[in-house]
């Protein structure tokens, strides 16, 4: 699909509307986050989580910290405090939570599966769990309080993916606990209930990230599932996002306060962020990217503006990189 065909031009009245960035595209500066990284949220004060050579870790002060766990762990999300949320990636996952001295605890006891998706700045862990019984639901858990959240009784799971201040939580509801089984829906849960947002046509869904504004954003198939592509929500309207030229499919994975959405599109693979309804490639703004790097998928940004990208650095090692505004 075009950048410039009517339908994505239209975007442009609908995204201004949801009071998104008007400025011009920024200029960035990366930051080389090691070889073996990965990252998967980078907070307000540009702390990271994710892994590094394999291991679950936080990056902070220009190094990585791991945290107890060892190989089979994944950190989702932290906030300023060095609290971080995560699960132990089996068969039969569990979520756990990382205390700032890198110790982990079980979010749910006794669950046969459960996952920890996202942590609030105030603490407070999100995640999605399942009882002996069969019994599946979302949760939320706080000074050691376990709650469980209302779920869409139509789908066996339903997740949290996202959270901003105001307590509205972006997510899915769907077959699987990772999202990845079709039929899933993209979902927003605000005044104490999940509401399905919509598609693109298509019968697969996520809803990934939410800013202050409660612009929800995140992927849905196309009508016959033929391919996926960005979205963003808000008030009620739906709006497809397009991909690069000449590409098939995209996602958007995060959203920060001024509106500015980052991900990916493919199968050119480039990340990618969205900016008054025009998704530029990453690679294209960064004034000093080595020439053996890959910007691939930009996974997070914060309020400051600061990206996260995922990619592949000198002999197709994985890289972490942050890219920082001028």
């Known amino acids: 699909m075009s950048l410039r065909s009517p339908r994505l031009l239209a975007v442009t009245a609908a995204l201004a509307a949801c009071a998104f960035a008007s400025h011009a595209t920024s200029r960035y500066l990366v930051t080389d986050l090691g070889v073996d990284s990965s990252g998967e949220k980078v907070d307000a004060t540009g702390q990271i989580s994710g892994t590094f ?112 201040r105001l307590g509205q939580i972006a997510g899915f509801a769907g077959s699987a606990s990772f999202g990845a089984v079709c039929p899933a829906v993209p979902e927003l849960y605000a005044g104490g209930n999940w509401t399905p947002i919509g598609s693109l046509g298509g019968t697969c869904g996520v809803a990934s990230g939410i800013n202050d504004s409660g612009v929800v954003v995140g992927w849905s198939n196309t009508p016959n599932d033929l391919f996926s592509h960005a979205y ?20 958007a994975n995060d959203i920060n306060r001024d509106g500015l959405i980052v991900g990916g599109s493919s199968p050119s693979y480039r990340a990618v962020i969205v900016e008054n309804g025009v998704m530029t490639a990453l690679d294209t703004l960064v004034d000093n990217l080595p020439h053996h790097a890959r910007l691939m998928i930009a996974v997070s940004i914060n309020e400051a503006g600061q990206i996260l990208v995922n990619g592949f650095g000198r002999n197709d090692r994985r890289h972490a990189y942050l890219l920082n505004p001028e």
Not at 111 to 129: K, L, W
Request: glycine share 12%; proline share 8%; net charge positive.
């Open 232 to 251: 963003a929500w808000h008030n009620g309207v739906l709006t497809d996002l397009g991909t690069l030229p000449y590409d098939y499919y995209s996602q």
């Open 53 to 164: 050579r394999g291991q679950p870790a936080i990056y902070s002060n220009g190094a990585w910290r791991v945290l107890q766990g060892g190989r089979q762990f994944v950190v989702k999300g932290l906030n300023y405090k060095e609290q971080a949320v995560g699960f132990r990636v089996r068969s039969d996952p569990v979520a756990v939570e990382w205390s700032p001295d890198g110790r982990y605890r079980k979010l749910v006891p006794g669950a046969t599966q459960s996952i920890g998706t996202v942590i609030h700045r105030d603490g407070t862990t999100y995640g999605a769990a399942q009882l002996p019984s069969g019994h599946s639901f979302p949760f939320s858990k706080n000074h050691g309080v376990l709650t469980e959240l209302p779920y869409d009784p139509a789908y066996a799971w339903t997740v949290p993916q996202a959270v901003n």
